[in-house]
């Protein structure tokens, strides 16, 4: 059998349970839009896994074992979100949406050792999950973490004229239906020249799908607020975005003015 149709083989969907379009891809842990499972795999295998911190490791490999591990940032993300950061020379940044830790911590061993990352979710117990790794990492006094929704610490940072524009890297990977309200603060927060990312935001590949397409009834679901957002970014003519099919897609924004 040729390369073409091995390939070919293993990427065609096959129809199951009621008509939902279903590959390796669509299941839950697999964070990769690549047409190839092998073609990921060796990304992993070559420039992802080889250089991978051994905490990072370790963390991803405790999430791999929890029932939601679908949230959590893919090996490559947080390899790019690292050696991003460190390009920027990100100091002060925030996370909105922690899950176990693995993207908090590609952050934290990425910024200086006075660097600082204000993290939020609504759930302390996953992130409790990763945070025995992260001390371990010594790592841990770089995290002010606030349980709790994110909203309302973003309209009590913006009450204090000192935290506009005081912040150089933003990640967020939270509630979808909020991504633009999130949008609305964060580009007062975040520094002139400074980035947000929002991730997720190919979303499974379906915002190529017509409406009326088969989808899991959480894709289906925040479908249109990611279609909303992206409409919104690409129009936004305060920042310069770039759409990476990088996991599950991440759109980065620079703050231009």
Known sequence: MSTTTTTETKTETQTQNGGEQKTRHSEVGHKSLLKSDDLYQYILDTSVYPRE??????????????????????????????????????????????????????????????????????????YELGLPVIEKAGVAHKI?????????????????????????????????????????RLIELVKVGGVIGYDNTLWNGSVVLSADAPMRKYIRYYRDFVLELNKALAADPRIEISQLPVGDGITLCRRAK
Do not use: C
Not at 62 to 70: D, G, R, V
Not at 93 to 110: K, P, R
């Open 144 to 184: 002010d973490f606030r349980e709790g929704p994110a909203l309302p610490v973003l309209d009590q940072l913006l009450e204090d004229p000192a935290n506009h524009g005081s912040f150089d890297f933003i990640f967020v990977d939270a509630d979808k239906d909020n991504y633009l309200n999130y949008h609305k």
């Open 53 to 126: 911190p051994e905490p990072m490791k370790e963390l991803r490999e405790i999430t791999a074992k929890h029932p939601w591990n679908l949230m959590t940032t893919s090996a490559d993300e947080g390899q790019f979100l690292n050696l991003l950061l460190k390009l920027i020379g990100a100091k002060k940044t925030m996370e909105i949406g922690v899950y176990t830790g693995y993207s908090l911590l590609a952050t934290a061993l990425a910024i200086p050792e006075d660097g600082t990352i204000l993290a939020m979710d609504i759930n302390r117990e996953n």
